[in-house]
């Protein structure tokens, strides 16, 4: 029998080689699909599936899809720091974003920072431009305050500067702490091209108690959830230690408290200490470990990655010329990936430019000589420049692509430095398509980018940055459906699930999502602002918006008291603004 009953829909199954469309779903007690399709009347459908406690939804002829799944999006350190950020993702105007700053400084209590943390642009801005110093000192006041912008730039006002005790001796390996003409910090913090700076500096203002990490956490599921999100793959971050950081959500996950299924790596923290630190995990967890007693793949573990050996991180940071990796790479990215093929773990490695694309795959394939893949799944992150030689290198050996909508936010800068042509295809999403190799979409937030899926999908559909520059032709453009099957099935794979999901087919998992607009038809500007009014994870209703408000779960409530979270909300809403 069901769990929920879906009718009067417009499903789009993303079934290939099948009638992609249908009316009505039904989703069983074990959250797997049991029924979708077209051929039953809706009294017919009920008759057959419905019982007392059967959740029965009335899909007003909206669109349906599968839930959308990110495959890279550093979601397990973002909840930790969610309720404690103010968020400028999708701000239209850089008034509007130093008004929020103001009125978060003047809520923020006396010990605590006012922190915007990634996931803006200035192109975003109808200003079209940053913020000065200045214009944030007046905004903020007394209250220290740290705004990143993307992997480039930080800007700490003079209460922060005051409180860090930085000066003009202090300084970070691969970093700029700028200084005036009187030899005093301004407040401007530079990653050249290492964001270590802008790190390290973060991470010495206040976290949030383990009490509110749990808040912070589920409030963050729910914000995706609103956006569509069922799924994500996360890859691992900086700071994000295993398992520490990793527990809040094992501790959900264990209840079945997550309200989308995670699928996570395990990412080296310590540089030279790489290869102990795997050697350890090694002992203590295996792919596929999954600690969800509900939900199949519900916190489940994958790998090793995006970060193997820290000699290897090629930092995407256009504002400065392209890092030179060490020449110790080779020697200890060696030893790593002969680690992971002699214990079969899947592997994921961050590789933005080309240069280090050859250099990666030069050590894969030799070890690959001595001891053979056979299949074992693997991935580059990012792939912005790879060229057609390294594709075909890539899909020798069996691997796959994760790319995400980073030149949305750096696409000016990146023409900047390499040119017009360059960009066009940066990365090239229709050649990895064209060459069979597995390809998943994402958006790599929460800091060098949104978490909003959308804004990735508009990217790879429009083919523009975020103020409107035409990067792509249409021969590096997907259509809807593309797009849209490659942040669904395409995401699957990343996650080693693509069995599993990324469809709505008997048999697949009971994830869904019912659109605030038709995608498959809206104004192509309009795809920025779908987001969803009802997402179903395991058969369970997760978010409900407008006519499924009713039905959509009560959190408790936000803490911390003061939490932006509670006055703004996460991607921006006009409504919030009121």
């Not at 495959?71 to 008034?95: C, F, M, T």
Request: charged share 20%; aromatic share 10%; net charge negative.
């Amino acid at each position: 029998m069901a769990k929920v009953i879906i009718y009067n829909a417009k499903i789009h199954t993303l079934q290939e080689g099948k009638d992609s469309e249908a009316k009505s779903i039904v989703i069983g007690e074990d959250g797997n699909i049991v029924y979708v399709g077209s051929d039953l009347s809706d009294q017919e459908l009920f008759t057959k599936y419905k019982k007392e406690s059967t959740k029965v939804i009335d899909a007003h002829q909206r669109t349906v899809i599968p839930g959308l799944n990110d495959s890279h999006l550093h979601l397990i350190r973002a909840a930790l720091y969610y309720n404690q950020e103010l968020r400028w993702d999708g701000v239209p105007s850089l008034k509007i974003a130093l008004d929020m700053l103001k009125n978060q400084a003047q809520r923020t209590p006396k010990g605590q920072w006012v922190k915007v943390v990634g996931g803006w642009s200035e192109h975003q801005f109808i200003e079209r431009r940053l913020p000065t110093l200045d214009e944030i000192n007046a905004a903020t006041g007394d209250t220290p305050c740290f705004i990143l912008y993307l992997y480039g730039l930080a800007f700490i006002n003079k209460s922060a500067i005051q409180l860090l005790n930085y000066s003009q001796n202090t300084s970070y390996p691969g970093g700029e702490v700028v200084l005036d003409s009187n030899n005093v910090p301004t407040g401007l913090l530079i990653a050249k091209p290492s964001p270590l700076i802008l790190y390290s500096t973060l991470g010495l203002t206040p976290t949030l108690s383990p009490s509110e990490q749990i808040s912070s956490t589920i409030q963050y599921y729910r914000e995706l959830n609103r956006l569509g999100l069922t799924s994500a793959v996360d890859p691992g971050g900086g700071n994000q230690n295993f398992p520490e950081h990793y527990q809040t959500c094992v501790n959900l996950a264990k209840q079945s408290k997550l309200t989308l299924r995670i699928a996570y790596y395990i990412f080296a923290q310590v540089k030279n200490q790489e290869i102990e630190q795997f050697k350890n995990w090694i002992k203590v967890v295996a792919p596929g470990d999954n600690v969800d007693p509900i939900k199949q793949k519900g916190f489940c573990m994958c790998g090793a990655g995006e970060n193997i050996v820290w000699s290897a991180a090629d930092f995407e940071n256009y504002l400065e010329p392209r890092p030179d990796l060490d020449p110790i790479m080779e020697q200890q990215l060696l030893e790593a990936i002969t680690l992971f093929v002699s214990h079969r773990w899947p592997f994921r490695i961050h590789a933005t430019y080309n240069e280090s694309i050859s250099r990666f795959l030069n050590v894969f394939e030799k070890v690959n000589q001595t001891h053979p893949f056979n299949g074992l799944h693997w991935l580059i992150d990012h792939a912005e420049t790879v060229s057609d030689e390294n594709l075909d290198r890539i899909k020798a050996l069996g691997g796959g692509i994760a790319i995400q909508n980073r030149m949305f936010f750096q696409g000016e800068s990146f023409i900047s430095r390499y040119g017009a042509e360059a960009v066009k295809t940066a990365p090239p999403m229709k050649k990895i398509i064209a060459k069979g190799i597995p390809m998943g979409l994402g958006t790599d937030g929460t800091r060098v980018s949104s978490y909003n899926p959308w804004l990735s999908l508009y990217w790879c559909v429009s083919g523009k940055s975020w103020s409107g520059v035409q990067m792509y032709d249409e021969d590096n453009r997907l259509d809807r459906t593309q797009a849209l099957r490659f942040y669904t099935k395409g995401s699957a794979w990343i996650g080693m699930e693509e069995n599993l999901k990324g469809e709505l087919a008997v048999g697949k998992f009971g994830d869904l999502v019912v659109l605030s607009d038709d995608y498959f038809s809206v104004e192509e500007e309009k795809i920025k602002e779908i987001t969803s009014v009802l997402t179903v994870v395991n058969g369970d209703v997760v978010w409900g918006d407008e006519e499924f408000k009713t039905i959509c779960p009560e959190l408790e409530p936000i803490v911390p008291e003061w939490s932006p979270v509670k006055t703004f909300g996460g991607y921006f809403q006009a409504s919030k603004q009121q």
